[in-house]
């Protein structure tokens, strides 16, 4: 089955600095990568997301890309700021109806 | 928020007891999800569904039996709860259908055994 590893486990920030979240997947089959921010004691809510057919895609001040063929995918927040403190979970799953398999989550900090 | 709804919100009770959650979705999605949250293993998957009386176990299933007798309703019941089943439960839902894979959660249920 699938496998999701996600890097680093957390990460701190300067606020305006840039922060990027890696996440590798084992399954070659997959084509749907979605980025869930989870804020404390609320529900992880889906902030972006991208399918094996494009390599890269933007919202504002987040991007993901996807390597295919090295199977990885990240996310790019810029001009990071107090509220994108959160924990963040990336997920890989083939589409239709496999349920996703989610990384273990990267806790980022942005400090004023 | 997508129309999701988990009820308890918060629940304590003690080993041995039986305890069930309930989901409920007013999207009519056809699919649903349990997973549970645990400090340093994200979210693990438990049960899910794939339609009224259609359920699959996922990687975490000891311990836990679902039901779904109608499209908006997906429960999850602990038998003889454990001190190991504390932690935050999350449904969620997704439209495997459409052209999305999107999958939207519930606010959560935090469970703790005594």
């Known amino acids: 089955g699938e496998n999701v590893e996600q890097h680093p486990s957390t990460l701190s920030v300067q606020e305006g600095d840039s922060a990027v979240i890696k996440c590798t997947y084992s399954d070659s089959a997959s084509n749907y990568f979605p980025w869930y921010k989870q804020e404390l004691g609320k529900r992880p809510q889906l902030i972006i997301d991208?399918?094996?057919?494009?390599g890269e895609k933007k919202d504002q001040r987040i991007a993901v890309t996807l390597n295919k063929t090295a199977k990885h995918f990240s996310l790019h927040i810029t001009e990071t700021q107090p509220e994108d403190s959160a924990v963040y979970f990336c997920a890989a799953t083939l589409s239709g109806n496999t349920p996703l398999v989610f990384g273990k989550g990267t806790r980022l900090s942005v400090i004023a | 928020d997508a129309g999701i709804t988990q009820s308890p919100r918060h629940k304590v009770t003690e080993t041995g007891t039986p305890v069930t959650l309930r989901c409920h979705q007013t999207e009519n999605h056809r699919y649903m999800y349990w997973y549970r949250q645990d400090p340093g293993h994200g979210l693990r998957l438990i049960h899910y569904s794939y339609g009224v009386k259609d359920t699959d176990k996922g990687e975490v299933s000891d311990g836990y039996s679902v039901s779904r007798s109608k499209t908006e309703d997906f429960l999850l019941t602990l038998e003889s709860a454990t001190s190991s089943q504390t932690s935050v439960y999350f449904c969620?839902?997704?439209?495997?259908?459409?052209?999305?894979?999107?999958?939207?959660f519930g606010p959560g249920t935090r469970l703790t055994v005594t």
């Open positions: 991208i399918r094996s057919n494009v």
């Open positions: 969620a839902i997704s439209d495997f259908g459409g052209r999305t894979s999107e999958q939207y």
